[in-house]
């Protein structure tokens, strides 16, 4: 086995350790998820938006004071009967559109293409904001247990976003089984916790009020409550309903049924998420637990669940230190939904021709790998951007997932009002409440969020629409460019052979019969980087070259891929309907390292002729062992 093989082979084993072993196309039915499994996936998102939804209302509540601190749960309890709301709704989804695409295919099909990529803008907006808010809480957790870490939390945030790629490219089953445990203990973890904060006084356990630092009773200032400060933190409370969506965006990801195990795993979220939000909501309430925000420094302050783990538990560290662990456990898995619907809309996108082909191709562990690392690179840069702080990060959510609820119930209706069909007078009714009240909320949650940071969305997502038309346009204008219809092949031109010769030796005399064997107009060029080697080359020409004609190009300024470039424009001036092959000799060493010490202007060259019309470049090589 030669040594470059013996390399390929290593790198194999590399890559199958770190990867998995590919996967072939048939095995992409064994590749769909039980409802077990599904859950974690596809809930974690929404399950996991618990840990900063309450944190997100008693942020903005405080504004006025902590007197007004007794309307979270009312806003809590607004917030999960509109839950329910979006959670009917998309159930019928699930069973209308079973080949998944969830509001993109929706607002396409029923509101028009233009609808569509507004919706599919929002979305991908959404997910990369999904990972971002999700990854930025769960260190926030850590931080509030491991004060000393919490300088490094855009550090921590962008480590653990680029874990969860490695972890996804590894494909969608073996993601499952990895979130499945980190879920499900989060799950027991925080209805426990509930459990005991909400029912202990009925069995004569209570747990203890939150007690403020000096610090924090220092910064209590009364105002007036108002209208808007209410809808504001509702609207920022609204968070705990972003990933609603993901099972409506996944459904081929289900095992047959498919439909009915979507719609089944989006009831188990819904019920899992109301009860944990409204339990916390309600523990911080009833005890008194204020949250203010960026601590001194801009540093993260201690979270929520953290201060409800004191009060619930009477500040015992093992017992909190589990809370913050599974809690941020599931925070930093969260981003799996995103990382298992943007891929898949965008290959979607792709497939209709408004994003890069490449994002449709699925990679060798059955999933779409450029997808995944296009969102970690967008993941990563937004976090670094806002310093790794989820209260940066909040006011720019839910604007997208609003936008998309409301696209995705005023297309359901479209849809019943066309098929009609069994009940749909029913089905028309619950979509279009659907509709309206996720509307009017997306209205709040511009107005009231939109000068925190959400105008960042609103900006954004029409950029990303201008993205896809253009590329869209594009793909329209090479398929007018290639068809077939109407073409008459033409008759091949004459054809012109270059090839280079830095020197002559063996690697570039099998490049020469190459090209006496493809044209009989054929020509040597050499570059002349250093005079002083050109009569040498003369000397060795005479005696190997034959009858190959040999130009020398001087380059004053040393430069090869200049005068090589005005060169070949010269010979397409001089024979302008000739077809030009460049010929590049190249010898292949036997070790990867000795690549390095040899001048590898193959590449180059490609790049700066790649634009020339009616040129070919080839690579002739030969192979040192």
Request: glycine share 8%.
């Amino acid at each position: 086995m030669g040594r470059s093989s013996q390399i390929r082979l290593d790198w194999s084993l590399v890559r199958r350790l770190i990867f998995g072993s590919p996967l072939s196309t048939e095995q992409l039915s064994h590749q769909r998820l039980p409802k077990i499994l599904a859950l974690p996936i596809f809930a974690s998102d929404a399950l996991s938006s618990t840990a900063y939804a309450t944190q997100a209302i008693l942020l903005n509540l405080l504004i006025a004071g902590p007197h007004v601190l007794h309307l979270t749960l009312p806003i809590s309890i607004a917030i999960v009967v509109l839950l329910w709301v979006v959670v009917i709704s998309y159930t019928q989804t699930v069973h209308a559109y079973p080949e998944g695409g969830g509001t993109y295919s929706v607002s396409r099909e029923n509101l028009g293409i233009n609808w569509g990529l507004l919706a599919a803008a929002a979305l991908l907006t959404d997910y990369v904001l999904t990972v971002a808010v999700s990854i930025t809480s769960g260190v926030q957790q850590i931080t509030s247990f491991f004060t000393d870490l919490a300088p490094y939390q855009t550090q921590l945030a962008v480590a653990a976003i680029w874990f969860l790629t490695l972890a996804n490219l590894r494909g969608a089953k073996e993601s499952g089984m990895l979130f499945a445990v980190p879920t499900y203990f989060f799950v027991i973890t925080m209805l426990g916790t509930v459990g005991v904060g909400v029912f202990g006084p009925l069995f004569g356990y209570h747990p203890r009020p939150y007690q403020p630092t000096t610090q924090e009773t220092a910064q209590q200032v009364m105002h007036a409550v108002s209208l808007g400060l209410i809808l504001r933190a509702f609207a920022s409370g609204c968070a705990a309903m972003t990933g609603i969506e993901a099972v409506a965006n996944g459904v081929q990801a289900f095992r047959p049924p498919e439909s009915k195990n979507a719609a089944q795993t989006l009831v188990a979220m819904g019920a899992i998420l109301s009860t944990i939000f409204l339990g916390i909501s309600y523990i911080a309430q009833k005890y008194h637990i204020v949250y203010y925000g960026h601590g001194e420094g801009d540093v993260s302050a201690e979270s929520v669940i953290s201060m409800v783990a004191r009060v619930v538990f009477h500040d015992e560290p093992l017992l909190r230190g589990i809370i913050l662990f599974a809690t941020a456990t599931i925070l930093l898995l969260a981003a799996n939904t995103a990382y298992a619907d943007f891929p898949r809309l965008s290959s979607i996108l792709a497939r209709h021709g408004y994003m890069p082909r490449q994002l449709a191709n699925l990679g060798d562990r059955l999933v779409f790998s450029n997808g995944i690392i296009l969102l970690a690179v967008f993941v990563s840069l937004l976090v670094v951007a806002f310093g790794g702080s989820v209260d940066r990060l909040i006011p720019l959510y839910a604007v997208g997932v609003f936008t998309a609820f409301t696209l995705s119930q005023a297309g359901m209706v479209r849809h019943w009002l066309q098929q009609k069909g069994t009940g749909w007078q029913w089905k028309v009714l619950v979509n279009g409440i659907g509709a309206v009240a996720t509307g009017i909320v997306l209205l709040v949650i511009i107005v009231e969020k939109g000068p925190q940071g959400a105008w960042v969305v609103l900006v954004v997502i029409p950029i990303l629409m201008w993205i896809f038309t253009q590329i869209n346009r594009h793909y329209q204008k090479v398929r007018a460019r290639l068809t077939l219809i109407g073409y008459e092949p033409q008759p091949l031109p004459p054809h012109t052979v270059l090839v280079l010769v830095p020197d002559v030796h063996r690697g570039v005399i099998p490049a020469l019969e190459y090209a006496r064997e493809i044209s009989k107009d054929h020509r040597a060029v050499h570059i002349e980087i250093n005079p002083a080697d050109t009569q040498r080359l003369k000397e060795r020409w005479e005696q190997w070259g034959g009858d190959m004609p040999l130009v020398i190009i001087e380059s004053p300024y040393r430069s090869l891929i200049g005068p090589l470039v005005e060169y070949v424009r010269q010979v397409r001036q001089d024979h302008p309907r000739h077809l030009i092959t460049v010929v590049l000799p190249e010898f292949v060493v036997t070790k990867w390292w000795e690549r390095v010490l040899h001048n590898n202007s193959a590449f180059l060259i490609k790049l700066a002729l790649g634009n020339v019309r009616d040129v070919v470049i080839t690579n002739v090589r030969y192979y040192l062992d």
